[in-house]
């Protein structure tokens, strides 16, 4: 009896070869705007201790009771698999000392991990770019972070799909007390709330506002509203921020019921959506959170941040197109050995073309095989052109007219690097 074929864990994802190189165009694009805008890149265990995002995300929140992979090691401590980034960048910043008294600018990339049901641009493993700064108030940061992630919108040509939504939490004061007024008048509608709706009524009061559910929402519209419980500074320094945008030329929504799912943010939260992915909406979400580093055992420290869903930001490039066909680079020159006598010949060959030309992309076949049976490969491979060792002389081969200049002077690379057969 023949044993079933391991598989991948379900909506934990393999990428491809062929994949590859359209998370290469983001991670490019990423890199070099983080190099613009000069934030340090930081990078950080994807296992933590549970208590950390306990502590930081909120014990009533969908991600701690319901999402996190969580296990105990040999030595009985909890672990958990990081389920965001902006927990674990506070810790090690925290640890090593980067915030005390110091500003610092950082970003970060990499996989975190859910335990949810997988969907179209919803994964058990995915991947986040997030960017976090510390030490600064006001409205300028605040400014600058949102202004940083409509640059990469526009580096990818997404900006017309879409839309910045924001809104002010006020102080954590501010947020309570809203959170009160709105429990209240929940209380007397429970029985007709949704399942989900009923079980935050004690734990996550705010999140009710995101319900997807149709006679919630028709509740809510009659429910108090946030904005009328924020106070004058928090309100004053919120304009200023819409102003900033609108001077910089970023349109925006102001949606009074956004509120992030995560019990740190305060102040000034935002999301990124879009219609393009379905039910999906939200690409980049982030947020003011400035309590979150003195709840983790720091000191008095305003931050703010984002994360960008990687996987959505791809899906969207990809179906609309906004992926350069050049980016899957083809073969400049493939290498065909004919004759067991030429294989280290050829080797060698490839080696001398490589470190005389690194920009080129050169592949030796190594399997073996007759003249037709490599040229194959080579028209496969998508070469410009082939370079065929075979009785003790290199013979050239164009495969594509459009090559590149130091391509189609082959026979002068040969030339250049000698005759290794002498």
Not at 79 to 97: F, I, M, N, Y
Not at 264 to 288: D, H, I, P, S
Request: glycine share 8%; aromatic share 8%.
């Amino acid at each position: 009896m023949s044993k079933a074929k391991i598989q991948a864990i379900r909506g934990m994802n393999d990428v491809l070869p062929n994949q590859s190189p359209h998370w290469q165009y983001l991670e490019q694009h990423i890199r070099q705007l983080m190099e613009t805008y000069a934030y340090q890149e930081i990078r950080f265990p994807v296992l933590e201790q549970t208590q950390l995002f306990k502590r930081s995300i909120g014990d009533a929140t969908d991600i701690v009771e319901k999402e996190m992979y969580t296990f105990e090691d040999r030595n009985g401590d909890s672990l958990s698999l990081r389920p965001e980034g902006t927990a674990s960048c506070v810790r090690a910043a925290e640890q090593h000392g980067l915030l005390y008294n110091q500003i610092q600018k950082l970003w970060y990339m990499g996989p975190m991990y859910r335990h949810e049901r997988p969907q179209k641009g919803r994964y058990r493993q995915f991947h986040q770019f997030g960017v976090e700064a510390f030490g600064m108030s006001g409205s300028t940061i605040e400014s600058e972070v949102i202004l940083l992630s409509a640059a990469l919108w526009k580096n990818l040509g997404l900006s017309q799909y879409l839309t910045l939504e924001i809104n002010n939490l006020g102080t954590p004061a501010n947020r309570i007390a809203y959170s009160e007024a709105l429990r209240t008048y929940l209380l007397g509608f429970k029985s007709v709330l949704d399942e989900d709706s009923q079980r935050r009524l004690d734990t996550n009061v705010l999140r009710i506002l995101d319900s997807k559910n149709l006679e919630t929402q028709t509740l809510l519209e009659n429910a108090p509203v946030l904005e009328d419980f924020i106070d004058a500074n928090s309100h004053a320094e919120f304009e200023k921020l819409l102003l900033m945008l609108t001077d910089a030329g970023i349109k925006y929504k102001h949606n009074s019921r956004l509120v992030r799912g995560l019990d740190y943010y305060n102040g000034m939260v935002f999301e990124w959506t879009t219609e393009e992915l379905g039910a999906q909406a939200t690409v980049c979400a982030g947020g003011r959170y400035d309590g979150l580093v003195k709840q983790l055992g720091g000191g008095d420290t305003p931050a703010v941040g984002f994360a960008m869903g990687m996987e959505r930001v791809l899906l969207m490039l990809d179906e609309l197109g906004r992926i350069p066909d050049a980016i899957s680079r083809s073969v400049d020159i493939f290498i065909a050995l004919i004759g067991d006598e030429n294989q280290e010949k050829g080797l060698l060959l490839a080696e001398n073309i490589r470190q005389a030309l690194p920009s080129l992309r050169v592949l030796t076949h190594c399997g073996g095989g007759k003249y037709n049976s490599q040229l194959k490969k080579a028209y496969a491979s998508e070469a410009h052109c082939v370079l065929v060792l075979e009785d003790d002389e290199v013979k050239l081969k164009m495969l594509d007219d459009e090559a590149k200049t130091e391509v189609l002077d082959c026979q002068g690379i040969i030339s250049k690097l000698g005759n290794i057969f002498t």
